[in-house]
C-alpha cells in the first residue's frame, strides 16, 4: 500500500521498550508462577480441573479480568502512570504493540490474582495468559480496515485503532483484549 506507518526512531523507541519488558518477562513469569500456584493452594475458593469447559471458562475470565485491568489503566492514576507509555507512541504501528513496561506486567499481577483464589492452578492460567497476551499485538496496525461480522466478536485493529486515537468523542473506549462484548456491556 507504500504507506508510511512507521518511523525510525519511534519504531527502535517502541521495540527497545519491548524488549526490556520481554527480558523482564522471562525473569517474572517464575515468580508470576509462584504467586499464582501459593494464592491456589492456600485460598482456593473452588477445586477446578482442567477439562475443556474449565479451559474456555479460564480464557473468558482472563479476557474479562483484562478489561478491567485495562480499563482502569486509563481510569485509576497509579495505573495510568505505569500504561501511559504505551499511548506515547506518535504512530499506530504493530511495534506499538511491543511498547509495554514490566511495571504493567505487575499491575495486571494483581487483576489475574482473583484466578487461582476462584481455583483455577496456575498451570492453567499461565499458558492462558500467554495465549490471551499475543492476540493484542496484531490489533495495532492501521493497514486493517472493517473487519465485517468480526467486529460485533472480536477488538479488531479498527475497534483498537479507536481506543488509541486522542480526538475527545473517542477518549476511554474500547478497552477490551479479545471480546469485544466486555466493552459493549460495560
Known sequence: ??????????????LSIGILDRVAGMLTAGF????????????AVFTIQPNWVSWVLLFLFVDFLWYWYHRSSHEVNIFWAVHVIHHSSEEFNYSVGTRITIFQSLARLLFWAFLPILGFPALMIMPV?????????????RLIGKLGWIEYVLVTPSHHRVHHANNEEYLDKNYGGVFIIWDKLF
Open 1 to 14: 500500500k507504500k504507506m508510511d506507518v512507521y518511523k525510525f526512531k519511534d519504531t527502535v523507541s517502541n
Open 32 to 43: 508470576f508462577f509462584f504467586v499464582y500456584d501459593f494464592l491456589h493452594k492456600h485460598f
Open 129 to 141: 495468559l500467554l495465549i490471551q497476551g499475543v492476540y493484542p499485538f496484531f490489533v495495532h496496525t
